[in-house]
């Protein structure tokens, strides 16, 4: 049962909150409430009238896709089936790039300026209007209260954005303090900082813990060696995404912090897409996104197949995402769960995995630690962090003929040997372009130092 605190912050505080910012999360939140035990014909003709939507919208306003529509000969307006969006090209992240503003509605206000390194690590901008942060804030609320925990609940955040730790001025730390929120910085998994991180959780008693699955079973097994319990503090709920969540993660999490381990699969550019229930079944948020398997192709697969993520999200009019290319990679599902719940399963997410990085005093951290070193510069187009050794890291680098090399590169080594330590050989090469893995698939950092409480070697097979 939530307590007077958590029903006063769910139900007065954080709607206030969000009114503030003109979002209409709650709103969106009840009828996702609603939704979510829709029929499927239901869901499916809502699908279909908010895809329309969207489309008309953009062929009316948005530069990019009213040139697109006219030159395929392309009538938004008879969309008749989700299958209709076969007939339009994918967004890729180089069309994004190359369009930047044409991607904009015209009348578009309020806009939230993004820049993510995606998986390749080129670095990608994008915007975000409030529709869309509206509806994300709602299907990560809703999926909250699945677990019967609430916003207001005390949580433990385990993050590693420098961006989002910038953004800690003091409305933001005011507003965690409402919400009962805590946030620990992820990046560095020394055994003082973690001692840290445990000490703050039990002093925390938090309802529900939030970040990396690598993350927190890090600190889990930290906790394990130090013979501290972490499963006497009440806690419910772990919810875990960015990245593949293994088996023994999961087992780790639950026994060690006494609670459940949630799944979550989503992305700043791509949305709030899919989400764990209590009966274990991974939801799509299928109001808001509808979300295609792509063969290399190009072929629409049908579930139990493996391919490509491709989303088109239905709150995008402001910037619209449609058949955006993800890079990520997964199977559907047709049965039904067991919960009721009508949004269609995701069978599994087998893409997504950001490697541990070993600094050479043997300091495990996320690999987002170095990421964010380079993706940020000026210039930068792409880049590619190889760990050959505790000794040598490498970094490839396609930029910009403006680039400053040498001075770049020196802040690059500079950056690195900060985490990595002083006597680390720091490499940077310039190259043409990223090759992608075996797989396929771009990763930004790749180690290949073992590090000993992630399994590396059992990579995704994506
Ligand atoms: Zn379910």
């Not at 279909?48 to 009316?60: K, S, T």
């Not at 999200?313 to 402001?318: P, Q």
């Not at 020196?410 to 075996?438: C, F, S």
Request: hydrophobic share 40%.
């Amino acid at each position: 049962m939530s307590g007077l605190y958590t029903r006063f912050t769910s139900g007065v505080l954080f709607p206030l909150h969000e009114r503030l910012k003109r979002h209409d999360s709650v709103a969106v939140r009840r009828s996702l409430e609603a939704s979510q035990w829709w029929p499927p014909e239901r869901l499916e003709a809502l699908r279909v009238e908010r895809l329309r939507a969207l489309l008309v919208q953009a062929g009316q306003h948005v530069p990019y896709y009213r040139e697109l529509f006219a030159e395929a000969g392309f009538d938004p307006s008879t969309v008749a089936s989700v299958a209709d969006l076969q007939r339009l090209p994918f967004l890729t992240k180089a069309v994004v790039r190359a369009q930047g503003e044409r991607l904009r509605h015209e009348q578009a206000e309020g806009l939230a300026r993004f820049n993510t390194g995606g998986s390749s690590g080129e670095p990608l901008i994008f915007f975000i209007g409030r529709e869309r942060v509206s509806h994300d804030v709602a299907a990560k609320w809703r999926a909250t209260r699945w677990w019967g925990v609430d916003i207001g609940d005390p949580e433990i955040v385990v993050w590693g954005s420098p961006i989002e730790l910038g953004a800690q001025d003091r409305v933001r730390a005011w507003r965690d303090r409402l919400l009962r929120t805590e946030l620990l910085p992820a990046f560095e998994m020394s055994e003082a900082k973690l001692d840290g991180f445990v000490a703050a959780i039990r002093a925390r008693r938090p309802k529900m813990l939030f970040g990396y699955p690598s993350a927190l079973s890090h600190i889990a097994r930290h906790a394990e060696r130090r013979g501290q319990r972490m499963d006497d503090l009440g806690i419910e709920v772990a919810f875990v995404t960015s990245e593949r969540l293994y088996d023994d993660q999961r087992e780790t999490i639950s026994r060690l912090f006494g609670c459940r381990v949630a799944n979550g699969y989503g992305s700043r550019d791509a949305g709030f897409i899919a989400h764990e229930c209590p009966s274990g079944g991974l939801h799509l948020t299928a109001e808001d996104v509808i979300v295609e398997i792509v063969a290399p192709d190009g072929r629409v697969l049908p579930p139990g197949q493996s391919g490509e993520i491709v989303v088109t999200h239905l709150a995008t009019k402001d910037f619209p995402f449609i058949r955006y290319r993800t890079g990520d990679v997964a199977v559907l599902d047709t049965a039904r769960c067991a919960c009721g719940r009508t949004l269609p399963l995701v069978k599994e997410i087998q893409g997504r995995s950001t490697d541990f990085i070993v600094a050479a005093d043997g300091t495990v951290m996320h690999g987002l630690a170095l990421v964010y070193v380079v993706r940020d510069l000026p210039g930068v187009r792409g880049f590619k962090i190889v760990q050959h050794s505790l000794q040598r890291t490498e970094v490839q680098l396609v930029a910009d003929a403006g680039f400053d090399r040498p001075a770049r590169a020196a802040e690059i080594q500079a950056g690195l040997k900060r985490r990595l330590g002083a006597g680390v050989q720091v490499d940077v090469n310039y190259v043409d372009a990223i090759a992608p893995e075996k797989s396929g698939k771009y990763r930004y950092v790749v180690s290949h130092v073992a590090a000993a409480s992630p399994a590396p070697e059992a990579a995704p097979h994506a």
